[in-house]
């Protein structure tokens, strides 16, 4: 992929930036896609595009012509999407729906499309938990859609919960700012965890990053491919690993202590990508500093 050119898509994101500064450091030629000129990125070329205007994506398609596009543009809050639905749906599934169309023009392109493991089993059931969920499943159904219809070199990548150093708006960033709050003496309410037992897949959003870039690849047309660091931990467990690094004693509310959900790993899911020879290698307690020492060090 060395001296190819890659365009993402929500380059100013918490993923986007991380996927910015790798593809760079690769040697590829990174096409920074942004809705404003004023937002920053890690490193690239930044591309004002607003991917909710379909004229835009297509002009800035057919400009840049790039060897691989990954998708990473959209709306992630499912507390969110029940008070925006249909900008979740425009946000989510129209973006999809014209870069996908625009990248016709470049039938050689690879692309991968960041999906979430929150969608939904359409052949089980036509009830969405969420709005959120219909938008992502949705998006799985433009990608296979595309790739059956026009042939085109299309994936779709399911990441579980990515942490890391960055603006992530996820449970990790959440609890290290409260952690900073407290260290500073800021007045605050103590930190509200739904349940001490929920456990959940954490994988440091640069261990994704390199996922996809092996997607983009070796990957095959038509396929999704699960991230995951294959070790569930409980959301105890998580505020507890903060809790060691504080220096100050993190006031919690737990809402439902014992309650809990355990979602079973598929092995199979870690032998997709092992076969690519991926794995996670950025332990967890190391993200957890690195998340700290962002907040402490704005």
Not at 104 to 126: A, H, N, Y
Not at 222 to 249: M, N
Request: net charge negative; with cysteine.
């Amino acid at each position: 992929m060395k001296g190819s050119s890659i365009l993402i898509t929500g380059a100013g994101g918490f993923t986007g930036r991380h996927a910015c500064t790798y593809f760079s450091e690769m040697g590829m030629r990174v096409y920074a896609a942004v809705r404003h000129a004023d937002t920053p990125v890690a490193s690239g070329e930044g591309v004002v595009c607003d991917m909710l205007h379909k004229e835009q994506i297509y002009m800035m398609v057919r400009q840049l012509q790039p060897d691989y596009v990954l998708h990473l543009a959209g709306r992630n809050s499912v507390p969110e999407s029940w008070q925006e639905p249909v900008t979740y749906l425009e946000t989510n599934m129209m973006s999809t729906f014209y870069l996908l169309d625009a990248l016709r023009e470049v039938p050689k392109c690879r692309t991968l499309v960041v999906g979430s493991k929150l969608k939904f089993d359409i052949t089980v059931s036509t009830e969405p938990p969420h709005p959120y969920s219909l938008s992502k499943t949705m998006q799985q159904i433009a990608v296979s859609t595309w790739v059956h219809l026009f042939g085109q070199c299309m994936m779709l990548a399911e990441p579980c919960n990515l942490i890391g150093p960055g603006p992530s708006t996820g449970i990790c960033a959440l609890i290290a700012r409260k952690m900073v709050q407290v260290e500073r003496n800021v007045m605050t309410d103590p930190f509200r965890l739904s349940s001490l037992e929920e456990r959940r897949d954490f994988l440091d959003v640069r261990d994704a990053v390199k996922a996809y870039g092996v997607i983009l690849e070796r990957g095959q047309g038509g396929h999704t491919y699960p991230i995951e660091s294959g070790i569930l931990r409980s959301l105890g467990e998580v505020f507890q690993t903060f809790q060691h690094h504080a220096k100050k004693t993190i006031p919690v509310e737990v809402v439902n202590p014992s309650a809990g959900q355990h979602v079973p790993l598929d092995p199979g899911h870690a032998a997709m990508m092992h076969e690519f020879g991926w794995e996670a290698n950025i332990p967890f307690d190391q993200s957890i500093q690195d998340i700290i020492h962002y907040f402490r060090n704005p």
